[in-house]
């Protein structure tokens, strides 16, 4: 039932507030993160892990790019992230130490639910990050942690994206919280910023209608790329992989650094590059590498879309169009800057009359290899 909307993917992204806030319940306790399901994998077993290896494939497989940036600096553990289907035809080096955290909307992924049996085989411990309860890769593993997004009925996947990088950080602060390199207040201070993040995300959706918009005009473009850093970097390909499989137009994203390496000679005039400004209060200084991004693409013709904090007054000069989220420290900001891109896979593709649900060639789970 579509609840009045136009279509499922548009429930679905109108829900990320809820599915967000949805995935901290129950978790919390005395303001520091306390997941109970991670009761297979006791605090010494956490406290013994010398490596986390996220597997998943697409839009999982970004959320757990995000996480990765935060447990790494969280939890201080080494964190690889690594396709499911990549992962399983390399021998990887797995020991009893390794913690293989598989990341799966449906549970259900073949190349995903292959990783997970590879790894216990080799005698790695598992956690399940799922959005559906009694899936098979849950099943296959020593702990599961739910994303309480809710059944996901449209091919793109949207809220489970937002739930399951709550559900990485609610396990990265947890870890850290065992591990002894978060101390109370500040793991308070990540959990409180987590809780404000539905709130924001509602206003967020507010932009909803200028973006249509700004398909409209959109629409017959050919090529569209998306800049990110840090934890905008996985945002970025996630915006491309939205615009591939939903507008079949061609998309890609970069790490804002690696511009000047190669892709940079793409820019032509009027390609569209849409752009995550990190805060300018970023302790990294990334705002202002990024903001003179900005200008070198600019100045070759580029047509600038910069998603970017409210205030946030240095990319107005440089920028066609400014998309602003709320204000939040740098790792909440992927929460925010997502949603305006899963609104935009999904208006470009409906200004182009396309099924937003079921787009070509696709299936919502991938059950074979
Ligand atoms: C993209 C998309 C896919 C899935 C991927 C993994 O919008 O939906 O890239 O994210 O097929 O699916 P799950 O999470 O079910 O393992």
Redesign the pocket.
């Known amino acids: 039932d579509k609840g009045g909307w136009s279509s499922f993917m548009a429930k679905e992204i109108s829900e990320e507030p809820e599915a967000v806030a949805k995935t901290i319940i129950g978790r919390v306790e005395d303001g520091l993160v306390r997941i109970p399901e991670l009761e297979g994998l006791d605090a010494d077993t956490l406290r013994d892990i010398d490596r986390v290896v996220v597997i ?6 970004y959320a757990g790019m995000v996480g990765k940036y935060a447990i790494e600096q969280w939890a201080r553990v080494p964190v690889d992230v690594e396709l499911a289907h990549e992962f399983r035809y390399r021998e990887p080096v797995l020991t009893e130490r390794t913690l293989v955290v598989s ?7 073949m190349d ?1 639910l292959m990783a997970v049996k590879y790894a216990r085989e080799q005698g790695a411990r598992t956690l399940s990050i799922c ?1 559906t309860q009694g899936a098979t890769i849950p099943r296959e593993s020593d702990a599961v942690v739910y994303t309480h997004a809710g059944p996901e009925v449209a ?4 809220k ?2 937002v739930a399951q990088i709550t559900a990485m950080y609610l396990f990265g602060i947890q870890l850290g919280q065992v591990r002894g390199t978060l101390d109370d207040s500040r793991a308070r201070g990540l959990v409180r910023e987590l809780q404000a993040v539905p709130d924001k995300l509602a206003s967020v959706l507010a932009s909803g209608e200028r973006i249509r918009e700004m398909a409209k005009w959109m629409a017959d473009t050919q090529s569209v790329l998306f800049l990110g850093r840090h934890v905008g970097y996985p945002v970025a390909l996630e915006g491309a ?2 615009l591939k ?1 939903l507008a079949y137009i061609h998309a890609e994203g970069f790490a804002a650094g690696e511009l000047k390496h190669g892709p940079i000679a793409l820019i032509e005039p009027g390609q569209i590059v849409f752009v995550i400004v990190p805060s300018p209060r970023d302790p990294n200084s990334l705002h202002a590498k990024v903001v003179s991004n900005i200008q070198e693409i600019r100045a070759r013709g580029a047509r600038v879309i910069a998603i970017a904090e409210q205030g946030d007054a240095a990319v107005l000069p440089h920028a066609d169009e400014v998309i602003r989220i709320p204000l939040a420290s740098p790792f909440f900001e992927p929460l925010l800057a997502v949603v305006p891109l899963h609104i935009f896979g999904m208006e470009l593709a409906a200004a182009k009359g396309l099924d937003v649900d079921q787009p070509r060639n696709l299936a ?3 059950t074979v290899e």
């Not at 990341?103 to 992924?109: C, L």
């Not at 091919?155 to 949207?158: K, N, Q």
């Open positions: 998943a494939c697409g839009t999982a497989a990341i799966s909307q449906s549970g259900e992924t995903t959005n091919v793109a996947s949207t489970a994206f992989l939205k499989e919502k789970s991938v």
